[in-house]
């Protein structure tokens, strides 16, 4: 049982190129949400997926599109990155425990945009 | 909306010392609150939660936090630090709403010295 896992774990990217972050889960967890870390700010929801096949916007949307390819993987794509999108990604997936659900989440994926 | 904010970016401690890392919210409903530690270089790992019920809940590794409504506060404590303890603290809540979306804190980073 790996959890979430996240590939890459480090990328630099110059600005301008596409790349797609990607997770999966081997909890059979219903929900996925991408997260990124940035210092001072805690983390910020980037997209999540309540379920297969439904994806929302979180707080920071803009720049970044969202696959909810099946049930274990959930995709985090940027299509033109820009130096303010130089952040740690995290990925995570919840299921129900004690009536709430509780995140569980992933080591991360470090961006550098140039 | 809802808020949380971390009293204190960076903490320092002497082993053997009481932690109290400092966590208030705001919310418009009754929260949801989680305290998460996160060691360097890895992913978030789950403390503990408030849900509902006795307000003094017992985490991981000797670590409580207390729920005051009346002041808004959900303050991590342990009674004696670890160097093993040394690393950043996220509190955040949760409004119950759809997608169970967590709303973070800044973070504290704990410095245990020996």
């Known amino acids: 049982n790996a959890g979430v896992t996240q590939t890459p774990k480090f990328q630099v990217l110059k600005t301008g190129q596409s790349m797609t972050l990607q997770c999966a889960q081997d909890m059979n967890h219903n929900s996925m949400y991408w997260y990124r870390q940035d210092p001072g700010m805690g983390l910020r929801l980037i997209y999540y997926s309540a379920s297969e096949g439904t994806t929302d916007k979180g707080e920071v949307p803009n720049g970044y599109n969202v696959s909810r390819l099946n049930k274990r993987e959930f995709s985090l794509r940027l299509e033109s990155a820009a130096p303010s999108q130089t952040s740690v990604y995290f990925c995570?997936?919840?299921?129900?425990?004690?009536?709430?659900?509780?995140?569980?989440f992933g080591p991360g994926t470090r961006l550098l945009v140039l | 909306a809802q808020s949380v904010t971390q009293l204190g970016s960076h903490v320092s401690v002497s082993e053997g010392a009481l932690v109290l890392l400092r966590c208030n919210y705001s919310s418009s409903v009754p929260p949801y609150l989680f305290w998460y530690v996160q060691y360097p270089n890895q992913g978030l790992q789950l403390l503990l939660k408030?849900?509902?019920?006795?307000?003094l809940v017992k985490g991981i590794n000797g670590f409580e936090a207390e729920f005051k409504k009346s002041e808004t506060s959900f303050h991590l404590t342990k009674p004696s630090a670890h160097m093993s303890d040394a690393a950043e603290y996220f509190c955040a809540v949760s409004d119950g709403n759809a997608g169970n979306m967590l709303t973070f804190g800044g973070g504290t980073r704990l410095m245990v010295k020996p």
């Open positions: 408030y849900t509902t019920g006795a307000t």
């Open positions: 995570a997936s919840s299921v129900l425990s004690g009536g709430w659900e509780t995140q569980y």
